[in-house]
């Protein structure tokens, strides 16, 4: 599970969810749901998409580190059928994503799309060892129909998980698919390809081998996991690569990298994902008030910035690795 630490350059406010849904034509409502009492889908079909997920080759793919495509086309992750309609005052629908999961893991964010005049939101849910299926239905449409628009809107329904999400597969039970996330970047999935694509790589070899990483500057091929640099969504926030870990406390827990931010920047936020042979932190910059003010000129002076971390346990022989190039990060020399 990732964990995200903040280092700000300047006095912030919080970034609330409402920023990411502020853009035109959006009227999104926030409900906290774990189940609708089994309206609208059938008893079997949230166990039969678990049970699908359960060792078919995306789930396998999953644990290896393979993401969702960045688009909605993608094949089913669990080979099923579409639901039909049990009968009620609810239908089964698509979930579009995930929104947002909060730090402990256990609040997921969906972002279900809607009619104008489509009635409230549930989500009945199952939650398995490996997965957990989130099964959206949206009410019949109300009101007359010449004053239903076409207009695409979504809700946020929010979910309390018993357990937190961790590393299982976030499934949608309408299509058997992947849940992609709202921002790639501020979720586990980045890190997570990363620490699969160095986990048997030749770069992990040689750093068992006692292999360095070259300098910061040097011309020499870096050594890291083989995955290609994160390209920038042009959100709010923008993934980073760092520069170096700083220091390294006594007890190898607490480790200090360091990265920049721009003139207009307010902070910079690193997620961290262990494993067992690498520590993988993930660092971006949150756009500042000045970066959203048109009329404000922003600098290209890049402010060298501190973020200490503690780690779950020590660093140890573990690579160090940049999220954003998969990169082993060298030591600042003494």
Do not use: K
Not at 320 to 327: E, I, K, M
């Amino acid at each position: 599970m990732t964990r995200r630490v903040r280092a700000t350059a300047a006095a912030i406010a919080a970034l609330a969810l409402a920023l990411a849904l502020s853009a035109c034509g959006r009227e999104p409502t926030t409900e906290r749901h774990r189940d609708a009492g089994g309206m609208a889908y059938d008893d079997t079909r949230l166990p039969d998409v678990a049970d699908a997920w359960q060792g078919s080759d995306a789930q396998r793919g999953w644990e290896t580190g393979d993401l969702p495509p960045p688009d909605a086309e993608q094949q089913p992750a669990a080979d099923v059928d579409e639901p039909a309609r049990r009968g009620g005052p609810h239908r089964p629908t698509p979930t579009d994503l995930i929104e947002a999961v909060s730090d402990d893991g256990r609040t997921v964010t969906l972002r279900v799309p809607h009619g104008a005049c489509d009635s409230g939101i549930h989500v009945e849910v199952l939650e398995t060892d490996t997965s957990v299926v989130f099964g959206a239905l949206i009410g019949d449409p109300q009101g007359p129909d010449e004053s239903c628009t076409e207009q695409g809107l979504y809700a946020l329904p929010v979910v309390e998980l018993a357990e937190p999400l961790g590393e299982r597969a976030p499934l949608d039970a309408y299509t058997g698919e992947l849940l992609r996330y709202a921002e790639e970047w501020r979720s586990a999935l980045r890190l997570r390809e990363v620490a699969g694509a160095w986990e048997g790589s030749d770069a992990q070899r040689r750093w068992a081998a006692g292999e360095t990483p070259p300098p910061p500057g040097s011309d020499e091929p870096p050594l890291g996991a083989p995955v290609d640099a994160v390209e920038d969504d042009g959100g709010e926030n923008h993934p980073e690569p760092l520069d170096l870990i700083e220091s390294v406390s006594d007890n190898g827990r607490t480790v200090t990298v360091r990265s920049g931010v721009g003139g207009c920047d307010d902070a910079i936020d690193v997620e961290v994902l262990e494993t067992g042979t690498a520590v993988v932190f993930g660092a971006f910059d949150v756009a500042g008030v000045g970066e959203r003010d048109p009329d404000r000129i922003c600098t290209t002076v890049v402010v060298p910035i501190n973020t200490e971390i503690e780690l779950e346990r020590p660093l140890g022989e573990r690579a160090p690795l940049d999220a954003y190039t998969g990169r082993v990060l060298p030591r600042q020399e003494p």
